[in-house]
């Protein structure tokens, strides 16, 4: 069982920046895609973006594309969530989830196992 860990979240001013990171321990993390979800107080969990087993595909919601950019590292065992042009409305707890398919990644049903998530606060 993989078991992810958020880290990297903060207090950042709007046009700011910050990088989460998924640190996930098992041996099989190369095995399974992995994406990340944010929730706002009083809001549904929402998807954000998500990364194959390789890294070769990606997947964005349309608010944080060309703002967002998830990669990954298989030999750290680890996903990134590079945040840059921060607004407002990003403010969320964040959260990893992975999965051993890529099908529906938006869906929230889709993923297998999720992180304890991270707080991101952006201020005006």
């Known amino acids: 069982q993989v078991q992810p860990v958020e880290s990297g979240g903060g207090l950042v001013q709007a046009g700011g920046s910050l990088r989460l990171s998924c640190a996930a321990s098992?041996?099989?993390?190369?095995?399974?895609?992995m994406g990340w979800f944010r929730q706002a107080p009083g809001a549904e969990r929402e998807f954000v973006a998500a990364?194959?087993?390789?890294?070769?595909?990606?997947y964005y919601v349309t608010s944080v594309k060309g703002r967002f950019t998830i990669s990954r590292d298989n030999a750290k065992n680890t996903v990134y969530l590079q945040m840059n042009s921060l607004k407002p409305e990003d403010t969320a707890v964040y959260y990893c989830?992975?999965?051993?398919?890529?099908?529906?990644?938006?869906?929230?049903?889709?993923?297998?196992?999720w992180g304890q998530g991270t707080q991101v606060t952006v201020s005006s």
């Open positions: 990364i194959s087993w390789s890294g070769d595909s990606t």
């Open positions: 098992g041996r099989t993390f190369s095995s399974y895609a």
């Open positions: 989830a992975g999965s051993a398919t890529f099908r529906r990644p938006s869906s929230s049903n889709s993923w297998s196992f």
